[in-house]
């Protein structure tokens, strides 16, 4: 069983940053894929950013060019950096980690931390 931690979210005004972390924990897998999503209110879940373990990465257009995804292999973890923050960029932000334990493959989320950009 692996468990999500995310952390830094929070209230932030326009032009702004953040930098939103994701920490996997548990035993016996491995880690492939790590991904940000993200919901807002009245809207479905959109991919922001992804990163695959050989550490290629894709974005969502909306985010080209102000957000940077990374992992830290070593500590399970994956980062979120946000920066030139919009407020239509307010959004419930979840993190999803895909791996294997050798055996099966599977996916875990996040519970989910709060962004809202706001003057």
């Known amino acids: 069983q692996v468990q999500l931690v995310e952390s830094g979210g929070g209230l932030v005004q326009p032009g702004g940053s953040l930098r939103l972390s994701c920490v996997a924990s548990?035993?016996?897998?491995?880690?492939?894929?790590m991904d940000w999503y993200r919901q807002a209110p009245g809207k479905q879940r959109e991919l922001v950013a992804s990163?695959?373990?050989?550490?290629?990465?894709n974005y969502a257009d909306s985010v080209k060019g102000r957000f940077t995804i990374s992992r830290d292999n070593a500590k399970n973890t994956v980062f979120l950096e946000m920066n030139s923050l919009k407020p239509e960029d307010t959004a419930v932000y979840y993190c999803?980690?895909?791996?294997?334990?050798?055996?099966?493959?599977?996916?875990?989320w996040g519970q989910g931390t709060q962004v809202t950009v706001s003057s």
């Open positions: 999803y980690v895909g791996g294997t334990n050798g055996i099966t493959r599977f996916g875990s």
């Open positions: 548990g035993s016996g897998f491995s880690i492939l894929a």
């Open positions: 990163i695959t373990s050989g550490s290629s990465t």
